[in-house]
Each structure stands twice: as structure tokens, then as C-alpha cells.
């Protein structure tokens, strides 16, 4: 009671952003002298569209987060995330509005961005599938320091992605590099990174070429040996069946390529050998995990759901994950299983599971997490993930 009178006296004059979280909490706790007196600020188009987001209101949203995109919007955070979000949940008019207001931004962003940043234009130029991308997904192609290697995956696959045109270009430039760049004849991670990616763009004249290059320069002998198998996979018509074969039959192989397999795999849908990707999540390879989970993901299907419900209820080693990929693939039909972890699972599997409760559950759910809640009779543990799962669904549902 002391905590929420000194929480009730803070309202009164607190920043704007923190009163309605405030006001949340106490009004959970049925605190009734609680009152909104100072007018919140007004929302900006960002706040907007992410309210009719997470309201389900898509359509509308997206029109919001175009609006931003054709603004004098400078927030570089607000800017990515909104082309993302409108290209997640709009059409071929979006990207059409996206290419004309933020090609140039987008570009110079590829050449000057930190590896967080990068990561996510990387991203939106593959979304935005144009030629007119080439030469910022260049930009990216060259930036091969390990912090970069997801935007550097992602530039590749976008380049293949456009056609035979841009692949011989791509491919070109990537031999350039080979032939001239003196530091990257000296750094073999960073050989495997560019022989991995000209795996995927390669033509068979440009596999010539970088050969006869690569027998011009021992330097190169060591980290061109560990691709060749990834070559000769990808030289076969159903890329999916090969790569497969490729992750179960694969002695020695480099991480990289693992890791890039693994990606493309989740990329392809593959779901004919998904025994082999559940073998490796159950080895708990430190070096690609995310990029597992985000291909179960996006594969999904009955194998993985049960095999991911047995491993959220039983507390296997990676609970935590198995009910991070559960939610994202199931979403509310797993709101169930969320509430059983929340009471019984491991500390790091309870917080996700009472994060997915929050994303995905109604005015029920929020019922039930109520009385863990309490500050000083309910879960402190937990305590402050649940108070955020609780203000999600209200903000989202409207609870009485």
C-alpha cells in the first residue's frame, strides 16, 4: 500500500511516457483514486500505426506507416521499422511507394549503417524485390565483418533473387574482390563469408573464373575446399532435397556453411528431413541457433509443433526457445501450454511464455495472471513481465 501511494503521488507529475504505464499498474492493483489529470501528449503517426497494429488493423496501419515513409520522418529507428511493417502486411502498391520516397535513404543507409541497422535494410531491400536495390545490396555484399553476416546472407539471397541479370553482376563483383582485395586474401573467415555467398549467385562461367583465381593464390586453397560441397549441392536441379542431403550426410562441413544451409532451408520451406534441423536444435549448436529457430519457424508443421509442445512441458534444456517457436508459429492456439510454463517452467522459459501470453492473450488470460501480479503476495520473480503482459492486453483488449 505505501508503493502505491508514493506510485499515486509520482502520477501527478510524472513524463507523459511513463503515466500510462503507471496508471495501468495501479489501476490493476484496483487502486481507485487514480486519475489521468495532466492530458497525455498527443501521438504521433508512428504511436498511430502501431496502436491499429496491434489492434489487428492492418490496412489501416500500413496506410499510416506509408504516410511516415512519404514524410520528412528522420528518425532512422521509425523509418525502418515502418517500411518493414508495411512491407509485411501490404502489397505491390507498397513497394512501389517505398522505392520512390526511400530508395536514395535506404541506399546510403547499406553503405553507413551499423550491423544492427544494415541487418534490417538488408532486409526491406529484399522485401522490396527491385532492380532498382541492386546497387545498395552491393553495398551490403562488401560489408563482410562478422557483426554484418545476417545482412550479408540476406543481400545475397536478395541479389539472387532478381534473376540471372543481377547474378552476373553480383557474381562479378564478388571475383573483383577475390582478385583484388589483399586484406581479404589474408582473412579466411572472411574467404569462407564471400565464397559462401557466390555459392548461391554463381553462374557456371563465373565458377570457371573464380577457379582459375583461386588456383592463382594458395591463400585461398583451405577456405575454397570447405565450400566445394556446398557447390556441388547447388549445382543440382531441387536445391531443398540437396541441401537436406547436404545437413544430414555432411562430414567436416564449415559452420558457415551450415549456418547458411539452415537459413536457406527455413527459406525454402523445406519440411522433407525436418528429423535433421530437430537433431541439431537438440545438440544446442551455439554458432547458428537463431538462425534454427527462425527456420523451424518459418517450416513449421506437425512434426515441429509436437516436438516443441513435448520439449515447453518437460523441461528440456532449451525449453525457453521451444515455447519462443511454439508462440510463433501457433500464437493463441498455444495460450494453453503459455499458461503451464508460466507456473512450472524454468525461470528463463516462464518469461517468454508469460511474454507470448501478453502478445497473443484476450481479458481472460489477463485474469489469470492477475493475482501473480501482486507485488507482495504474487510472483516477484516474475514480477515485472508479468506487469507488461498485463498492460499489453489491456492496451490491445480494453479489459473492464
Request: aromatic fraction near 6%; include cysteine.
Amino acid at each position: 500500500q505505501k508503493t502505491d501511494a508514493a506510485l499515486v503521488l509520482f502520477l501527478k507529475t510524472a513524463p507523459d511516457e511513463l503515466r500510462p504505464s503507471i496508471a495501468s499498474y495501479l489501476n490493476s492493483r484496483d487502486v481507485e483514486s487514480v486519475k489521468l489529470s495532466k492530458a497525455p501528449a498527443p501521438q504521433t503517426l508512428y504511436q498511430q500505426a502501431e496502436e491499429l497494429r496491434q489492434q489487428g488493423k492492418l490496412k489501416e496501419a500500413v496506410a499510416i506507416y506509408i504516410a511516415i515513409l512519404q514524410s520528412k520522418e528522420t528518425n532512422p529507428y521509425v523509418i525502418r521499422d515502418a517500411a518493414l511493417k508495411a512491407l509485411r502486411n501490404g502489397n505491390a502498391g507498397t513497394k512501389t511507394n517505398i522505392l520512390n520516397s526511400r530508395l536514395a535513404w535506404l541506399a546510403k543507409d547499406a553503405a553507413s549503417g551499423n550491423y544492427l541497422e544494415v541487418t534490417d535494410t538488408a532486409e526491406i531491400l529484399r522485401r522490396l524485390n527491385s532492380p532498382k536495390c541492386i546497387d545498395a545490396l552491393l553495398q551490403v555484399l562488401h560489408r563482410r565483418d562478422s557483426l554484418f553476416q545476417n545482412a550479408h546472407r540476406t543481400a545475397t539471397f536478395a541479389l539472387r533473387e532478381l534473376g540471372p541479370e543481377v547474378q552476373k553482376r553480383a557474381a562479378a563483383s564478388i571475383l573483383d574482390d577475390i582478385k583484388n582485395n589483399a586484406d581479404l586474401s589474408n582473412n579466411f573467415d572472411q574467404q569462407i563469408e564471400t565464397l559462401v555467398s557466390f555459392a548461391w549467385i554463381k553462374s557456371k562461367d563465373s565458377f570457371q573464373e573464380s577457379q582459375k583465381l583461386v588456383e592463382a593464390d594458395k591463400n585461398w586453397t583451405s577456405s575454397w575446399n570447405k565450400v566445394i560441397p556446398l557447390m556441388e549441392s547447388l549445382s543440382h536441379e531441387d536445391e531443398g532435397l540437396e541441401l537436406s542431403k547436404l545437413l544430414r550426410d555432411g562430414k567436416d562441413l564449415s559452420p558457415k556453411v551450415i549456418e547458411w544451409t539452415i537459413f536457406r532451408l527455413g527459406d525454402l520451406r523445406e519440411s522433407n528431413d525436418v528429423e535433421t534441423l530437430l537433431r541439431l536444435y537438440s545438440d544446442k549448436p551455439y554458432y547458428y541457433q537463431p538462425t534454427l529457430k527462425e527456420a523451424l519457424v518459418k517450416i513449421g508443421g506437425a512434426k515441429i509443433i509436437t516436438y516443441m509442445r513435448q520439449s515447453a512441458i518437460t523441461k528440456h534444456p532449451q525449453q525457453a526457445t521451444a515455447v519462443e517457436i511454439l508462440a510463433e508459429i501457433e500464437k493463441k492456439k498455444v495460450l494453453p501450454i503459455m499458461h503451464q510454463v508460466a507456473h512450472s517452467g524454468n525461470l528463463d522459459a516462464r518469461i517468454r511464455s508469460i511474454a507470448a501470453i501478453g502478445q497473443y492473450g484476450n481479458c481472460d488470460d489477463r485474469k489469470a495472471l492477475l493475482p501473480g501480479a501482486d507485488y507482495w503476495k504474487g510472483d516477484r520473480d516474475v514480477h515485472y513481465w508479468l506487469i507488461q503482459a498485463l498492460n499489453a492486453i489491456e492496451h490491445r483488449c480494453h479489459c473492464q
